[in-house]
């Protein structure tokens, strides 16, 4: 039988001869710098990888990127699927599970000849196994990983991932339940979802949410806490991508009426990755939410988070001191947690015994005894801290004060000796003394108990790529000294625009920073609390004494060129008026 093959057999892919000729290649066509090349080079000779499996792992190409090249070196074409649904072509060409093991695809026969995607075209047995059983000559193109493995679920998905979510559905039988679960364990499951993980921790988004709608399973990142759309698949893969995080995570895959929470834990990109899994009915099926947690992306240092010197010295003092509260306040997604794991590794020393209680553990800190709460079990946040109690700790730290009875808990334990930390939602440090109040909390206790309150958001670096000066910086910058005094003892300002490009995906921004409303309850503030004064004149006389607005301190952070005056705004909007 007559097969159309590459010429391309008597290439060794792991052979240093292939990495040499490749490599020039690419350098040649401007894909890569020699420096790159070299580096892939050394890198692929140490380990062992082939030369193309390294230049991904170092991300020097993207697989798509990487897949056009190969296809230009090699002389064949790249398969590129058309936009839409396709149909299901050449359905008893081969089986579905050669096809997502293999990762070999029949696209097309025309003209007596068979042609196959493939992956990987150095693969020969696949090839191989095609010429024996197909009567037909065999053509090759090549075809990128993420589009063969949409393609593959497009085409293969079985039957049982077509049935509705039933997230509203109160019966499941035993049939229907392992259709779920053998199709959550089909191959282009599998990858598809391993592709949308791996994607999110490239992407470095803090959130992966899968959201079914009615024509599509929708897939987006949030990157440095903004959402984007990064990808749709056929609304009938829903059921079986939502049953595969569940079967990760440990969830019950026949309960689709009631949230669940869970956990997983997965080798991404060659490092372990913690996902905090949560699950919830909608009227189009169920959806999921995936918190990253990649620990090889956290800094634990108040510098790197965006503090400044006089912060970090004034978070060093009230760390230091050997009672009371400390607080850090803000909504979800706003630092609080990272901020608090750095002011424990800060005191966290021998000679101090320090307890954590959270809900959930995101990150394990080495000398701290962390106690994680399972209200299921009555062990919730007032519990454990009762018994932490007994443990005779130096320092505590409360996930969340929630209630009246944990914030009760947490002044007793200051007013014993011991320094707790803890976060609160409020939106401002002043706010924070109202809404203890307002949980029950006498305010000559609170006047005794807390040392400083920290407010905080989270806004977006400038692009160190492509962040450009600020056309009308001059007069931009006496407009902003006039709202915000202390501009002016900064020196000449560096104020730049977003502009984006390629290292930042055309945002302009690449990662977070912390603005600050920094607290420190001295006498006059304490003072004020004792005679109840009002939130209003406790921000006041914050003001009075230096302490800068998270509005004030934004505008700093974009004076000094590490972000811009439009991200302070947008992330400020509606917290506090700019200064007239």
């Known amino acids: 039988m007559e097969q159309v093959r590459p010429s391309l057999l008597g290439l060794d892919p792991a052979a240093p001869a292939f990495a040499e000729r490749f490599g020039a290649f690419l350098a040649q066509e401007g894909l890569l710098d020699r420096a790159a090349v070299e580096r892939a080079r050394r890198a692929a000779a140490l380990s062992g990888d082939r030369f193309d499996a390294v230049l991904t792992k170092l991300g020097l190409l993207s697989e798509p990127a990487l897949a056009a090249g190969l296809a230009r070196f090699l002389g064949l074409p790249l398969h590129v699927p058309a936009e839409g649904l396709p149909e299901r072509l050449l359905p008893d060409a081969l089986p ?12 097309r026969l025309e003209g007596g000849a068979l042609t196959l995607a493939v992956v990987d075209p150095f693969d020969r047995l696949p090839l191989e196994s095609v010429g024996l059983v197909v009567d037909a000559p065999l053509r090759v193109e090549i075809i990128a990983p993420a589009d063969f493995e949409r393609l593959a679920a497009q085409l293969y998905a079985g039957p049982e991932a077509a049935e509705p979510a039933g997230a509203l559905d109160a019966d499941h039988s035993d049939t229907d339940l392992q259709r779920l679960r053998d199709s959550a364990s089909e191959a282009p499951v599998i990858r598809l979802l391993d592709q949308i993980i791996a994607g999110g921790v490239d992407a470095g988004a803090s959130d992966i949410y899968i959201e079914p709608t009615p024509g599509s399973l929708r897939v987006r990142y949030r990157v440095d806490g903004v959402l984007r759309v990064v990808d749709e698949a056929p609304a009938r893969l829903s059921p079986a991508i939502v049953s595969r995080v569940k079967i990760l995570a440990r969830l019950d895959i026949a309960e689709r009426r009631l949230p669940q929470d869970g956990r997983i834990k997965i080798p991404v990109r060659g490092h372990e990755v913690d996902f905090r899994i949560a699950t919830i009915p909608t009227i189009d099926g169920e959806a999921v939410t995936m918190r990253v947690l990649d620990r090889s992306r956290v800094t634990l ?10 912060q970090i010295e004034t978070m060093h003092r009230l760390a230091a001191e050997p009672n009371g509260i400390i607080l850090v306040t803000g909504p979800t997604g706003s630092g609080k947690t990272t901020t608090l794991y750095t002011m424990l590794r800060h005191v966290n020393r021998p000679t101090a015994k320090i307890f954590t209680v959270e809900d959930p553990i995101e990150y394990q800190l080495a000398g701290i005894s962390q106690v994680q709460t399972q209200e299921g079990i009555g062990l919730d946040f007032p ?19 929630r209630d009246e009875e944990t914030a009760r808990i947490a002044v007793q334990a200051s007013l014993t000796g011991h320094l707790v930390f803890s976060t609160l939602h409020t939106n401002s440090a002043a706010e924070t003394i109202t809404r203890l109040i307002d949980m029950g909390i006498e305010h000559f206790l609170l006047g005794s108990t807390v040392r400083g309150i920290l407010a905080q958001r989270l806004v977006r670096r400038l692009c160190p790529a492509c962040a450009a000066p600020q056309p009308d910086a001059d007069v931009l910058a006496v407009h902003l000294s006039e709202r915000v005094p202390a501009v002016s003892r900064l020196g000449g300002p560096a104020l730049r625009r977003p502009v984006g490009c390629e290292a930042c995906q055309g945002t302009g921004f690449s990662g977070q920073l912390s603005i600050a409303e920094l607290m420190p309850v001295d006498t006059t503030l ?30 700093v952070k974009a004076w000094q060129g590490l972000t811009a005056v439009e991200e302070v705004l947008r992330v400020t909007s509606g917290i506090e008026a700019p200064p007239a």
Do not use: C
């Open 96 to 107: 579905a599970r050669f096809v997502t093991e293999n990762r070999v695809l029949p696209v």
């Open 301 to 310: 240092d108040f510098a790197s988070l965006g503090f400044d010197a006089d």
């Open 383 to 401: 519990a454990i801290l009762r018994s932490i109690l007994r443990h005779h700790p130096d320092m505590i730290m409360i996930g969340e004060i």
């Open 526 to 555: 304490r003072d004020a609390v004792l005679r109840r004064a009002s939130g209003t004149e406790i921000e006041a006389l914050a003001r009075r004494s230096g302490v800068r607005s998270l509005y004030e301190d934004g505008i």
